[in-house]
């Protein structure tokens, strides 16, 4: 039993922990520019590099969700928190590709056990209110990328070197690992009648619907978080302020989803809400794309709905697995981010065959996509058990 001090302190610890990883994550868009002008790549070689931080994700995914259970949630976020600080620690001192593809590798790893402790643990805290919490927990994500992103490009127009930047935020890690030292998560005791679940698990159709939608919703989220500022500035010459302003604008909105979407979903219920929120957002983006430079303020406002995919989608799927949620989030992302590693790279690599404009369709037809198996899966699987 955990007590109510213990309690706080622990959701405080995963808000921070989230906030933290939005830091890093979000300075990629600014720093892409820089990275494929030092040096020497293009937009294919980035997604290559990027592609590794997924391949992280992936191995940390699996056995983040297998240590859970294994060895109990502490353990998880000591790794993570220790894993992703020396990777970030890395980056100030990266001097060619090898260590930039080396320091997000790392990275990914800890950042995923850290997502899979914290995602498998928020319904445990909040029995009742679970998307709720969880969308709350993900706008810290989202306050963390706003912050990130009104920082970096104000810092990087008066000169501050990416580099040094990157130091800063290794501030921010060294913290989550003394945080993580210092909670005390409560046990979640596994029995060999889950143990035997879990293997049925990988036979089970369900898991690779959510695999599918999952996919495509990382794919959506990445597209945006990633090319967003390389396709105004590569399709309508934006400089890195005004890109940036832009950018900014997106994830607040992405950061005011999450903090407010969970009540929407807890309302509506989370799969009909979350399929509300998904057509939403496709409207948002092909307006965007539809209206060219003119539009670029409905690109930015789709952050507000595509905000909750991810969490939401992990109430949902912690809901369907209730015996197993730990095991079955790390099982789904896994194989989730190893299809998205996939079409990451082909989103990159359309960005040089196409050109930034027509690649971007990617993200509202991962949308679209997303949308269409999430209303499969609802048929699937009744709406009050969702």
Not at 143 to 170: D, E, H, M, N
Not at 354 to 378: H, K, N, R, W
Request: glycine share 8%; with cysteine; net charge positive.
């Amino acid at each position: 039993m955990i007590t109510k001090g213990n309690k706080v302190f622990l959701i405080f610890t995963l808000f921070y922990l989230y906030f933290t990883m939005a830091l890093f994550d979000s300075a990629r868009g600014n720093f892409i520019p820089f990275f494929i002008e030092e040096f020497k790549i293009n937009n294919t070689v980035i997604s290559l590099i990027l592609s590794l931080n997924t391949l992280g994700n992936i191995i940390g995914s699996f056995l983040g969700g297998q240590f859970c259970e294994k060895y109990g949630h502490k353990t998880v976020y000591i790794i993570g928190s220790v894993t992703s600080t020396i990777g970030v620690l890395i980056a100030p001192f990266t001097q060619n590709i090898f260590m930039l593809g080396l320091f997000y590798f790392i990275y990914g790893i800890g950042r995923q056990f850290l997502c899979i402790g914290i995602d498998s643990m928020i319904p445990v805290l909040s029995i009742g209110f679970e998307s709720i919490l969880m969308n709350i927990t993900h706008f810290m994500f989202g306050l963390g990328s706003f912050a990130g992103q009104s920082t970096y490009g104000k810092l990087l127009s008066q000169g501050v070197p990416w580099r040094t930047i990157y130091l800063y935020i290794g501030i921010f890690f060294i913290a989550t690992v003394i945080l993580t030292l210092m909670i005390k998560p409560p046990s979640i005791q596994i029995t060999s009648e889950m143990t035997l679940k879990r293997k049925d698990m990988y036979k089970n159709p369900l898991i690779y619907m959510f695999v599918t939608a999952l996919t495509f919703g990382l794919v959506a989220e990445a597209v945006l978080q990633t090319w967003f500022i390389s396709y105004m500035r590569g399709s309508y010459s934006l400089s890195p302020a005004d890109a940036a302003k832009y950018a900014s604008i997106f994830f607040l909105l992405f950061a005011l989803g999450r903090l407010f979407g969970g009540f929407i979903v807890n309302k509506t219920g989370n799969s009909r809400g979350l399929k509300l929120f998904l057509f939403l957002a496709a409207v948002c983006l092909i307006t965007g794309l539809q209206l060219k430079k003119e539009g670029l303020i409905f690109v930015a406002a789709s952050g507000l709905f595509i905000s909750i995919i991810f969490p939401t989608m992990m109430v949902i799927i912690s809901s369907a697995f209730k015996q197993n949620s730990s095991f079955a989030i790390g099982l789904i992302v896994t194989i989730s981010n190893m299809l998205y590693v996939v079409i990451f790279n082909i989103t990159g690599a359309l960005n040089d065959l196409l050109g930034t404009y027509a690649a971007f369709y990617a993200a509202p037809a991962s949308i679209v996509c997303c949308l269409l198996m999430l209303i499969i899966i609802s048929k699937k699987v009744k709406e009050v058990s969702l």
